[in-house]
């Protein structure tokens, strides 16, 4: 089964009738996991998909939601970087 396909069915099975950019939600996935942590692809594109329904759910508040996780995301992993480099991390 391709993504596509799957993401077809998981759509029919809950009854949705939606647009998704795969590539987007993919892409964003992908950042959080790497410049977070891993666990949090799927709670950031969960928290993106619940923020774009609440607001209609078009696939323009689609690609601003995704865009505003983006942005946080590419943020906070500057600000990682930067307190991993000069030795002032929290953790």
Do not use: F
Request: net charge negative; charged share 25%.
């Amino acid at each position: 089964m391709t993504l596509q396909e799957w993401m077809d069915a998981l759509a029919d099975e809950l009854d949705l009738d939606v647009e998704v950019d795969m590539t987007a939600v993919l892409d964003l996935a992908r950042d959080a996991a790497k410049g977070i942590h891993r666990p949090a692809a799927p709670l950031t594109t969960y928290l993106v998909g619940y923020a774009a329904g609440m607001r209609g759910g078009s696939p323009e508040v689609m690609a601003e939601c995704i865009e505003v996780a983006s942005d946080l995301t590419a943020r906070s992993a500057r600000s990682a970087d930067s307190e991993s480099s000069d030795g002032s991390s929290d953790s």
